[in-house]
């Protein structure tokens, strides 16, 4: 399915990003496994992981190099390119997963792990998004980015303020990007997928299950990265095990008043369900 293409996909060192490098270089991609490597809050480098990826897909007899640039930092985000190239010579599909973790409630988190989690999170996915699509441009052959957004920023979670907000704001990246980047044949979709890996691991609804897994998910990735996904954008597919499903944004049809005047706050509040209502 992806014979002679380049993939990228961050965060590929473990977890969901390095079930989705297995896949993609079982179907023929060359990839490049970008990780920074650090722990679970975003701490800490190595090259190990990344590494350790890029062996198991060189054992299985597919193509693949390492690369530890940070998402978080426009230098890093375009080194990640300059791999791809350099190794490669182009960049056909991007994947942004890289992600850390630093949950507090709203009223105990500090600044510093709000600014964290957003640099690498949405930050990151607009900077390696931003560079991407200037290659694919160039290339002029269109192109497909993936970016990994959360049931957490879709719908909201208790003790996630600072992940579900980037989670939201990947959305909102997501769709604004997919409108922008048409006219060059570039796809921008999401997936939102729910898994048992480092990030997870420790939650009580993963204690005891074994079909919530990363290879669940990466076959959801390789359907938005790949020929497969048509010419569709902007959509958000979510997988949790073998639960294949979306998330849309529904505006409803609203109501207006006869008169033409602005509504009144009580007007509001009398009409609240007939505002809130959804057409089937
Ligand atoms: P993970 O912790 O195994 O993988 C994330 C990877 O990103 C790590 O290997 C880490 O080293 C890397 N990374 C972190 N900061 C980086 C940076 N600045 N530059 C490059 N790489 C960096 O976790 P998991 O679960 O595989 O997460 C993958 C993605 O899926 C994340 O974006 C996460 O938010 C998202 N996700 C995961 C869910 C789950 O149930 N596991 C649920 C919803 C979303």
Redesign the pocket.
């Known amino acids: 399915m992806m014979n002679g293409k380049v993939v990228v996909i961050?965060?590929?060192?473990?977890?969901?990003?390095r079930a989705e490098a297995l896949l993609f270089a079982r179907e023929g991609a060359k990839v490049v496994v970008?990780?920074?490597?650090?722990a679970?809050d975003?701490t800490g480098a190595s090259g190990s992981?990344a590494e350790a990826v890029v062996a198991e897909i060189r054992a299985a007899g597919g193509e693949a190099v390492a690369n530890h640039?940070?998402?978080?930092s426009a230098a890093?985000a375009q080194a990640i390119v300059e791999a791809a190239v350099k190794h490669f010579g182009r960049v056909d599909t991007w994947i942004n997963?890289?992600?850390?973790?630093r949950d507090r409630t709203l009223l105990k988190l500090e600044e510093s792990d709000w600014d964290a989690v957003i640099e690498?999170?949405l930050k990151?996915s607009f900077l390696c998004t931003q560079a991407a699509a200037r290659q694919m441009i160039k290339q002029g052959e269109g192109g497909r980015i993936v970016n990994?957004?959360?049931?957490?920023g879709m719908l909201g979670n208790f003790g996630q303020i600072n992940?579900a907000a980037a989670?939201a704001g990947i959305y909102g990246l997501t769709r604004t990007a997919g409108i922008e980047l048409q006219k060059h044949r570039i796809t921008v979709n999401a997936l939102?997928?729910?898994?048992?890996?480092?990030?997870?691991e420790d939650l009580p609804m993963f204690q005891h299950t074994s079909s919530?897994t990363?290879e669940h998910v990466a076959p959801a990735a390789l359907f938005l990265g790949s020929d497969l996904c048509g010419d569709r954008t902007g959509y958000v597919l979510a997988v949790a095990g073998a639960r294949m499903y979306a998330y849309k944004v529904v505006e409803t049809d609203g109501k207006f008043k006869d008169d033409n005047q602005a509504w009144t706050a009580q007007e509001i509040a009398d009409h609240w369900e007939v505002l809130l209502r959804v057409r089937n």
């Open positions: 961050t965060g590929a060192g473990g977890g969901i990003g970008n990780d920074l490597g650090g679970r975003g992981a640039d940070s998402v978080a890093g997963n890289a992600g850390i973790l690498v999170h990151g990994t957004t959360s049931v957490s992940y989670k939102a997928p729910i898994a048992k890996t480092r990030m997870t919530l990363p």
